[in-house]
């Protein structure tokens, strides 16, 4: 209880510091704070394990060995004429040592080489040994690749780009229609009555864990696939019942976002409509969808961002393995695109790989990060376009 | 070009300065076009969300259809097997028993013994009633025109084919006079007629058989065998030989002149002579099995059933004997199995039963236990289970059971008492199980002679729906592919499937550890998202002004509730389970339990991954609940002097406290279905045992969804379907306590 000549003086009563109340801001701030830290901890890992799988070096053997003892010294030496062909510039390792190539003399069989490169030790070698050659990853080789090979060094990131793509083009050819469809009823037709009765069924389907879908996919949709197309055509893993599934999975966020962006037209547009003698049908799809097309723009791209994310249907249903390809000898539409054929996705691959026994520092653990790093960066992408388009419509009605 | 510009266009005067509309039948055109347009597509609008509940039925029809339905089970013992040898072994080592597959040494027996009890078949009581009195049974007796109620009645049958006969006429014809004739016959044989349905079955049967006479069915025709020649061919039982061989002689009497050969070798190998085609007609004296029927179809012999007579087991006791007049089953039961008469009923002698049963060998000591005594496995009284137990499974196996869970609390059944107490002395903590704790229960030793003696194997599985519409042709396929298989419903999700542990063969696997897996982890994230998530809605919305580093605060979570959750699991393994490690694994506190080898990747490292991942679900829906708060609250508060936090604590949270805590259980539900991130993390793949705290090695239902879902055999996607339904159900009840928690304190506002 304060006393009375505290409250007389009007300055004690501004100046009092509460300690407490500036903790309990400081907590709150912090706890604020922390979803920063999120991102900054998901940027700093993913770019951090990529970095070191860019700069990985994979260690592999030439068949090559060296026909004579050699000191640690020496940096002119003997090699067999079996294995793979050596050139200048490239890195090779015997044991521990790490060598950088110079000059090759094919007809004395000999290597000009710089000894202890890349911080190793030289050191003497016996005769025999066999070379290993390194294989650096970079990124223009990822992109150039068509193969994810991680025990041949090949990593290409095209197989499980294309794979992750098609499922989610297949998923969105399934969620657009449908979504956008089931918007226009819920927002322009029904009644209240009805819609009470059918959003919660979409809620439901929005509520129901992505691993169940996954099983769907597997043991409802691939058979029927596989019944309508037939055996030879569709395998048991496959992109298009994995993206199909997704797609379905995806529909109430699409039917929902868009639903928001339908009502938060004005009404005075539809009455001007209906003003002008439109009848219901004119005045949604020439009205009102026109008015709220950012909005439903950003359904599309947060469902597409939504999709390229989506994990436990692709892994189980759409395949156990990269599918790799080569443009030269596969066909395009046969094989490539073909989405009755298995494909893992990048997010599947994740969790593959991730599910068996990983060591840490392995060249799988970095690459794993590195796919992470390229998902990452897309569905940011997806999502910072539809945060634009939901701007754009929030400025034009409210 | 829109239809709107299109109409106007059309209707009007481009060159002239004059507008018109459409006038008329036109306007009534147009308008019914337009609005025929407005109806097909309002239709095509509902479809799309017909198509969303389509497919969310089709995701519960198909688990449904994969949680029941048929499965073929073969088992390694058969369990009817072990219970009748069981019954047989008890009867036949009861005292003062004799067993001898000689029936005339039983009849000889009990007439020549003052306390005689014994049973065959009624042919053999027909054929020497002196010095025999027969005991009834309810009131019914072995001898009465009708045994059907009688219980210890079992039908004779001959099994041929439509082929067969057609292929030898004097079988036919044989068939036709003996099913005309037999009812006049059987009784001299000691035999009863079948009953009237299954007579006139068995007559039609014949008359399919013979399309060519034309006979409507309850016509019968009565063949003269005067003078037919062939020979026809019958093995089987040796229980309907006497009447077979009785009908042979009455068919050569009336003029058959032809040759016969009548085999008495047993049901089985009767069946199997004729399956074979060695045969006209296969004697048995059960009815034939599924797998019997099959191995005939693939000899192209599609064996018909003819019923022509019922076999009675009489029980019999000698002539003199004055006491026992009936018996009900309890009593049948103690007379084979009590020592003295008095035993039975206090009113009957004391004087000791002498027993004279037919021996292990023959079919009627099973006929008379299967009738007599329960045959139902988990029927049992729990010693009769222990005591199949004992004699099926080695004492190396008995003994690791008995030391997980002793059988009796006073006595031993597999360890010596030495060893035991050897063993048991040993410290907590050291000696097994068994020495302590509850003692195995039926129920227990149930499942454990199933596992360890039955050894049900699933070899196919049905879905619920094919099951219930194609049971026929399900059944057809059962008996082709697995003659010794038994075709049974089976319910995946059951009380056990919620109580057992993880286990490789998919019969016996439960969800214990997923499902105490999934609170634990839930209950980490719950702990850790709960608040810090609300503390940040506040700031956010409470005291957080308009500056640039909020406007980021609030863009970031934004964006961050945009992130696949496959990138917090990634998050989770490079921070939680090895930045961390020492913390995560508890190696810190001195928690490191010894015999896992989870390193990070524990219950906390994945609480703490999918805390991250729903922070900003729930950071958004508590803000919109303390945005909901009407501002004139804050301000009655801050007016009377309330400081900031306490505004935010006496008066924002209550009234905000519905929408958040909806929100946060909504956010839980989310985390409780994830699986990728968890997957990353390290979720084990197998472990058994329980988890015991935040640093044990983990598994989560939707973990167990993949994993099964993941593997090849039918078995794991039924047990995956039995998965999802349990945690639907966790999310159902979820949802509805959000639901509920959200009507009450929005009632109490």
């Known amino acids: ?398 | 070009m829109s239809e709107l510009d299109k109409q106007t266009t059309n209707g009007g005067d481009l060159n002239g300065d004059r507008f018109f509309y459409p006038e008329g039948e036109a306007l009534r055109l147009q308008i019914d076009r337009r609005r025929r347009r407005g109806l097909i597509w309002r239709l095509v609008f509902m479809g799309a969300l017909i198509v969303a509940m389509l497919s969310l039925t089709a995701l519960l029809y198909n688990i449904m259809n994969d949680v029941f339905g048929l499965t073929i089970v073969i088992n390694k013992n058969d369990p009817q097997r072990l219970v009748l040898d069981l019954w047989g072994e008890r009867m036949l080592t009861a005292v003062n028993t004799v067993g001898s597959e000689d029936d005339n040494e039983l009849v000889a027996g009990i007439a020549n013994d003052m306390d005689g009890l014994g049973f065959f078949g009624h042919a053999y009581y027909a054929a020497n009633r002196d010095g025999l009195r027969l005991v009834t049974i309810n009131g019914r007796s072995a001898d009465v025109e009708s045994a059907e109620d009688y219980p210890l009645a079992r039908p004779l049958f001959l099994y041929t084919s439509d082929s067969a006969l057609a292929a030898n006429q004097a079988a036919n014809i044989f068939l036709n006079h003996l099913l005309t004739n037999v009812n006049d016959e059987i009784r001299a044989v000691g035999y009863l007629p079948a009953p009237e349905t299954a007579q006139a079955r068995a007559r039609r049967n014949w008359i399919t058989a013979n399309p060519n006479l034309g006979l409507a069915a309850g016509q019968w025709a009565i063949i003269n065998p005067d003078g037919l020649d062939g020979r026809i061919a019958l093995v089987g039982s040796s229980t309907v030989h006497p009447l077979t061989e009785r009908m042979l002689a009455v068919f050569v009497a009336d003029g058959y002149a032809g040759t016969f050969e009548n085999a008495s070798v047993g049901s089985s190998a009767g069946i199997a002579a004729f399956c074979a085609g060695r045969a006209d007609f296969a004697a048995a004296s059960r009815p034939i099995k599924s797998g019997e029927i099959e191995a005939c179809r693939r000899n192209n012999r599609f064996p018909v059933e003819f019923q022509i007579g019922v076999d009675t087991l009489a029980i019999v006791v000698n002539g003199n004997n004055d006491f026992v007049g009936d018996v009900d089953e309890a009593q049948l039961q103690a007379l084979f199995t009590a020592v003295s008469w008095s035993e039975v009923n206090p009113a009957w002698p004391n004087r000791p039963i002498k027993r004279f049963v037919p021996g292990a060998a023959s079919g009627t000591l099973d006929f008379f236990a299967e009738a007599i005594f329960e045959t139902r496995l988990d029927q049992l009284p729990k010693d009769d289970l222990v005591r199949l137990l004992r004699e099926n499974i080695s004492l190396g196996r008995g003994r690791t059971l008995e030391r997980d869970q002793r059988f009796y609390e006073t006595s031993l059944v597999f360890e010596s008492p030495e060893l035991w107490n050897e063993v048991c002395a040993q410290p907590a903590g050291e000696r097994p199980s068994g020495c302590t704790g509850r003692v195995r229960d039926q129920d227990n030793v149930y499942d454990l002679l199933i596992r360890e003696v039955i050894e049900p194997d699933v070899v196919k599985v049905y879905k619920l729906v094919e099951s219930i519409f194609k049971r026929r042709e399900i059944a057809d396929e059962a008996a082709l592919l697995y003659p010794n298989g038994v075709l049974e419903f089976r319910s995946w999700l059951t009380a056990d499937f919620i109580r057992d542990p993880q286990s490789s063969t998919p019969e016996y696997a439960g969800v214990r550890t997923a499902i105490l897996g999934s609170l634990w982890v839930i209950l980490v994230t719950i702990l850790f998202s709960f608040p810090v998530g609300v503390s940040a809605a506040i700031y956010l919305e409470e005291y957080a002004s308009d500056n640039w580093l909020n406007r980021v605060l609030q863009t970031n979570i934004n964006n961050l509730a945009g992130v696949p959750s496959i990138i917090y699991g990634m998050l989770g393994l490079a921070v939680f389970v090895r930045a961390l490690e020492m913390i995560t694994s508890g190696a810190i506190f001195g928690l490191v339990e010894a015999d896992t080898t989870a390193n990070g990747r524990t219950i906390l490292s994945a609480g703490l991954t999918l805390g991250l991942l729903i922070l900003p679900l729930i950071i958004i829906n508590s803000q919109e609940a303390i945005r909901a708060v009407p501002g004139s609250m804050r301000q009655a508060s801050l007016a009377l002097g309330a400081t900031r936090w306490q505004t935010v604590w006496y008066h924002v949270l209550p009234s905000a406290l519905p929408g958040i805590l909806t929100g946060t259980i909504l956010a839980v539900s989310r985390a409780i279905g994830e699986t990728a991130p968890l997957v990353v993390v390290g979720a084990s793949t197998f472990i058994t045992f329980d988890p015991s705290g935040p640093f044990s090695k983990f598994t989560t239902l939707p973990i167990q969804i993949y994993q099964w879902t993941s593997r090849p055999q039918a078995e794991f996607r039924n047990i995956a379907a039995a998965a999802i339904v349990v945690l639907l159900t966790m999310l159902l009840t979820l949802n509805a306590t959000a639901i509920i928690l959200r009507n009450k304190y929005t009632m109490k506002m």
């Open chain 1, 1 to 398: 209880m304060a006393k009375p000549n505290e409250i007389e003086s009007a300055a004690a009563l501004t100046k009092k510091r509460r300690l407490g109340e500036s903790f309990i801001q400081s907590f709150l701030f912090v706890c604020g704070l922390l979803s920063i830290f999120t991102t900054i901890g998901i940027v700093f890992i993913l770019f951090n394990e990529s970095f070191a799988f860019f700069s990985r070096t994979q260690w592999e053997t030439t068949n090559k060995p060296i026909t004579a003892d050699i000191d640690a010294a020496a940096t002119v030496i003997p090699v067999g004429t079996r294995g793979a062909t050596l050139s200048p510039g490239q890195v090779i390792r015997l044991r521990q040592e790490a060598m950088l190539i110079e000059a090759v003399d094919n007809d004395a069989l000999t290597l000009t080489v710089v000894r202890g490169y890349r911080d190793t030790e030289p050191m003497a070698h016996a005769a025999n040994i066999v070379f290993e050659r390194a294989n650096d990853i970079d990124v223009i080789d990822t992109i150039r690749s068509t193969k994810w090979i991680p025990q041949l060094g090949e990593f290409g990131i095209w197989p499980l780009l294309l794979a992750t793509l098609m499922t989610a083009v297949i998923a969105m050819i399934v969620a657009i229609p449908l979504g956008l469809a089931a918007a226009i009823y819920l927002s322009e037709y029904a009644s209240e009555r009805v819609r009470s009765i059918l959003k919660p069924i979409l809620e439901v389907l929005a509520g129901i864990p992505t691993v169940v879908f996954g099983y769907f996919a597997l043991t409802f949709v691939t058979p029927i696939l596989r019944s309508i197309f037939g055996m030879d055509t569709v395998e048991i893993f496959n992109t298009a019942s994995a993206g199909i599934v997704v797609g379905i999975l995806i529909i109430p966020l699409v039917s929902s976002m868009s639903e928001d962006a339908l009502h938060a037209v004005p009404n005075s547009l539809r009455e001007a409509a209906y003003a002008m003698g439109a009848t219901k049908l004119e005045t949604s799809l020439k009205v009102v969808v026109p008015a709220a097309l950012s909005g439903i723009a950003a359904a599309f791209v947060i469902a597409m961002s939504r999709a390229i994310g989506e994990t436990m249907v692709v892994a189980i249903a759409a395949g156990a393995g990269p599918k790799n390809f080569d443009l030269a000898t596969d066909s395009l539409f046969g094989y490539v695109l073909n989405p009755f054929v298995a494909a893992e996705t990048m997010t599947g691959h994740i969790v593959r790989i991730s599910g068996g026994d990983l060591s840490y520092d392995s060249i799988d653990y970095n690459s794993l990060f590195a796919i992470g790093l390229a998902l990452f960066l897309m569905t940011l992408a997806l999502n910072m376009i539809a945060r634009y388009f939901v701007t754009r419509y929030r400025e034009v009605y409210e």
